[in-house]
């Protein structure tokens, strides 16, 4: 009898105090101030929608977004001017040495691009390009023609390759696919992913590569007008099988890069890096709620939610 | 006989030379001017002018270019009045105070040299360079202080062209009539040479209006209007540089729109010191 | 009261006058000491001439960028000059009044143009034509981004610096010279080539090397053009990259790699440094001209 009593005196008090505490946590603050995110085109389609979301809770905080490449984004955070930086690459050791703190928020990947017009399109629709051609087309060089590309094609026209000219986590990626860095690619650089596309949507005989949401129009889904995905020979079989074919649409490519079918690189993880812990509230409050609530948003941006683990980490980082 | 044919075949060719270079050149300008109008006319709409990129300026398939008409206007006039507020002092004291051959008026001189030669990136680089000694994030403030910076030469060389100008004995007389020469610099040499000042002015803001690689580290860029000397700003120049680039014609409608804004400020410009020298000159003193 | 004014006046405007020797001296310390960090590990001449540059391998070869730069500039001038004068000479000496005072304010105009419209001019126009047009007419093939783009970009953009100073060098020519000259007898192309062009020599070649000073900083529309591929090109039609457009592009990098900062910044401190001598040069030449004259 007295047992119970005390016990539930404790109860009746913890509830009471969890109550008010509760509470306390539910009552609106009214956030202000400005965030900025700078950085990687990879992640400025989810990074705007998702200041679009957090503005409509908390109207007075201003989120300015830029891209810039990732190098920019990670130059930017490190240096204080901004409190985000979109990076869409692994972070370097010299670059945690300088005060950089990752935070996974999504996944995306990058795609090798060419023009719709180009002559050889449904000849690389059906069998694909192999890893070891990327390698040769964009490392070593010594693939020059399409008909090289293909393999076995008698096609002399030239390959056009493009890359990127910003320090950027696309072109980084791509080349890690490559077994290579940034620096090592080949091609003529163009700035900003938007503008790889438009180089490569112009010129019949090149060929590039993009971040899924740049390379697929948020709108129809399908690959932008005037674009066409190269699919990539997995298994170096000469064809496209049923199951490489995942280029078609947006959600064919992010269910092949959530079910591990598209490899990482040139799939990969994309992050906010901030210098040491973010200071200002309003930063901290955009980063909490991109960690928690901002994920419901992923999916329909076209990108690939990272695992639970991830997002708890960065949690349990910001606390 | 043969001499002379000679003489008279080359006074030809090269006849033909200069008019085909002299076509060259003004074709040149007409093919830019035009490509930029034909492009751009069917971005020039209302709303184009009055509303800010809706859905990241980068993607978004509504909106304009509002963001950076008033970010570039904003930082250019900014720059400009900066770049006024020291250059007239300087081409004053260099014209009217300083013995012509003072150690500091040649010293200053050579540096407005040096200045006024240094390319926009290396303008932009240094300005990067001070923002991060001082905390200063990428603002409409930092973007004033390069572009500043860019103008100061440029719009010195131009006032002192005209100062120089104004007729000894105008300044003369002035001194003659017991001004101090403050006072003749005031309602005298400036007065006099207010369409050239102007004209100066307008020079330097054309220039530094039209200039992305001195803002492109400097001023930051965003989709919103800035309300604050601190916030990032979007320029025109830069409105051009990052959109494009893309295959999403709305994002590129907005490039060119900036571009015939800009073209359109330059012609303005070019146009209003044309006729403000012509009408002032008619009263001024020769 | 005057006096007070005018006395604080006075102190006020030689103040503002040390400003621009104060810019230029902090704008020197602030690269020369960001370039110290290199300069302490590797020889200049080894930066300015390598041929390399892999800055995740600490190579940093400058070589590639002035070569490019060369490339674009050359090929620049070699289509700027002839054409500037020749558009000069004609309308300096041979075009009615009218035709002189409508065509100098469409130069003027072409050299407001921003250089990003140039540039926009540039991807549009340019490009293409060297790609598909010029590139197969010399059997080669190109993107069309190339130092050839750059190069007729750049072209159109120092037309209005050449023409300009070269028409106020012709002014300057007496024109009791000429009417000298055309009483001998001479054509009014032969009075251009002996007495105006002899007298102007060094008036335009102040002009050109102000040209050529423009072009060498010129950012933007290069970047657009060019092809930014850090090798030195082999041919007009291959891409390349200057070192304006190395800093641009690469400022991003910064923080990241090792050495990368402070080698830009030595970048920017070249590119300054060549710049300023080339506008010196030029500055000398006109006084020179100007004081003659007078």
């Known amino acids: 009898m007295k047992l119970n009593g005390k016990a539930a005196t404790i109860v009746f008090l913890g509830a009471l105090l969890a109550g008010f505490g509760f509470a306390g946590q539910t009552a609106p603050k009214p956030l202000s101030g400005t965030v900025t995110l700078s950085g990687a085109w990879a992640l400025y389609p989810m990074a705007v929608r998702w200041a679009e979301e957090f503005k409509k809770d908390h109207p007075g905080v201003r989120i300015d977004v830029q891209a810039g490449g990732a190098g920019k984004g990670m130059a930017d955070a490190l240096m204080g001017m901004a409190d985000f930086g979109m990076v869409s690459r692994e972070i370097n050791p010299e670059e945690v040495k300088r005060g950089a703190l990752a935070f996974a928020v999504v996944k995306d990947g990058v795609v090798a691009t060419v023009s719709a017009r180009n002559p050889l399109l449904s000849e690389i629709m059906k069998r694909g390009i192999p890893r070891a051609r990327f390698i040769e087309i964009w490392i070593t060089g010594s693939v020059k023609t399409w008909g090289q590309a293909l393999g076995g094609n008698p096609s002399k026209a030239a390959i056009h390759v493009f890359t990127r000219s910003d320090a950027c986590g696309a072109a980084e990626t791509w080349a890690a696919y490559l077994g290579k860095r940034q620096e090592d690619l080949g091609g003529v650089g163009v700035y900003g992913d938007p503008g790889l596309e438009d180089a490569v949507r112009r010129d019949p005989l090149a060929i590039g590569f993009n971040n899924i949401n740049f390379a697929y129009d948020p709108k129809t889904l399908k690959p932008v007008a005037g674009i066409a995905v190269v699919p990539i020979d997995l298994d170096g079989s000469g064809l496209v099988e049923p199951s490489e074919s995942v280029y078609a649409t947006r959600d064919d490519i992010t269910g092949a890069i959530l079910r591990k079918v598209y490899p990482s690189p040139p799939a990969r993880d994309l992050y906010l890096v901030s210098k040491g812990r973010p200071a200002r509230p309003a930063a901290a409050a955009f980063l909490r709620w991109i960690l928690t609530e901002g994920q419901r948003f992923t999916a329909e941006s076209g990108y690939i939610p990272v695992g639970p683990e991830q997002l708890e980490k960065g949690l349990s980082i910001l606390k | ?286 | 009261m005057r006096r007070f004014a005018d006395v604080f006046a006075r102190r006020a405007m030689r103040v503002s006058a040390a400003v621009p020797g104060l810019i230029v001296l902090v704008i020197l310390l602030a690269l020369v000491g960001k370039s110290r960090t290199i300069l302490g590990l590797k020889s200049f001449a080894g930066l300015l001439f390598g041929s390399s540059w892999h800055p995740l391998r600490g190579d940093f070869g400058f070589g590639p960028f002035l070569s490019g730069t060369l490339w674009v500039t050359l090929a620049a001038m070699v289509l700027a000059v002839p054409i500037s004068i020749l558009t000069a000479i004609y309308l300096s000496e041979y075009a009615p009044r009218r035709v002189r005072e409508l065509a100098k304010p469409m130069i003027d105009l072409l050299a407001g143009i921003p250089s990003v419209v140039y540039g926009v001019w540039g991807v549009l126009i340019v490009v293409p034509f060297v790609g598909n047009v010029l590139a197969p007419a010399f059997g080669a093939t190109s993107s069309g981004y190339s130092v050839l783009a750059a190069g007729i970009v750049l072209a159109v953009m120092v037309f209005p610096t050449i023409i300009h100073v070269s028409l106020e060098v012709f002014a300057a020519v007496p024109q009791s010279l000429r009417e000298a000259s055309l009483a001998l007898g001479a054509t009014n192309w032969e009075t251009v080539r002996h007495v105006v062009l002899r007298k102007g020599l060094q008036g335009i070649i102040a002009a050109v090397v102000l040209g050529l000073s423009r072009a060498f900083g010129e950012t933007m529309a290069v970047l657009m053009v060019v092809g930014n591929v850090a090798r030195a090109p082999k041919s007009l039609f291959d891409p390349g990259a200057t070192l304006p457009s190395l800093l641009a592009n690469n400022y991003g990098e910064m923080l990241s790699i090792p050495l990368y900062d402070s080698a830009l910044m030595l970048a920017a401190l070249v590119l300054f440094g060549v710049v300023l001598v080339f506008n010196i040069a030029a500055r000398i030449i006109l006084v020179r001209v100007e004081r003659r004259s007078e």
């Open chain 2, 1 to 286: 006989m043969r001499i002379r044919r000679r003489r008279a075949l080359e006074e030809r060719i090269f006849k033909v030379l200069m008019a085909a270079s002299a076509i060259a050149v003004l074709g040149g300008l007409l093919l830019i001017v035009g490509t930029v109008v034909v492009k751009s006319l069917p971005a020039l709409r209302l709303s184009m002018l009055i509303q800010t990129p809706k859905g990241g300026f980068y993607l978004g398939r509504e909106g304009g270019i509002l963001n950076a008409i008033v970010g570039s206007l904003y930082l250019a006039s900014g720059a400009t009045l900066l770049a006024v507020i020291f250059g007239l002092p300087i081409v004053l004291y260099l014209n009217l105070y300083a013995r012509p051959r003072s150690a500091m008026a040649v010293f200053t001189r050579f540096s407005l040299d040096v200045l006024w030669g240094v390319p926009s990136i290396v303008y932009g680089a240094f300005g990067f360079i001070v923002m991060a000694a001082l905390g200063l994030r990428a603002s409409l403030l930092a973007g004033i202080i390069t572009v500043a910076l860019l103008e100061l030469p440029i719009m010195t060389r131009a006032m002192d062209e005209v100062i120089r100008l104004v007729p000894q004995a105008m300044t003369d007389a002035s001194a003659s009539l017991g001004a101090t020469k403050l006072e003749t610099a005031l309602k005298v040499v400036i007065r006099q040479a207010m369409p050239g000042i102007l004209t100066a002015v307008l020079i330097a803001f054309g220039r530094g209006i039209g200039d992305a690689a001195s803002v492109l580290f400097t001023a930051g860029f965003t989709d919103s209007v800035p309300t604050s000397l601190l916030q990032p700003a979007a320029t025109l120049p830069l409105a051009i540089f990052f959109q494009l680039g893309t295959p999403y014609p709305e994002v590129q409608e907005r490039a060119y729109a900036s571009a015939a804004i800009l073209t359109l400020l330059i012609l303005a410009i070019s146009l209003i010191s044309r006729t403000l020298i012509r009408r002032i000159s008619k009263h001024s003193v020769r």
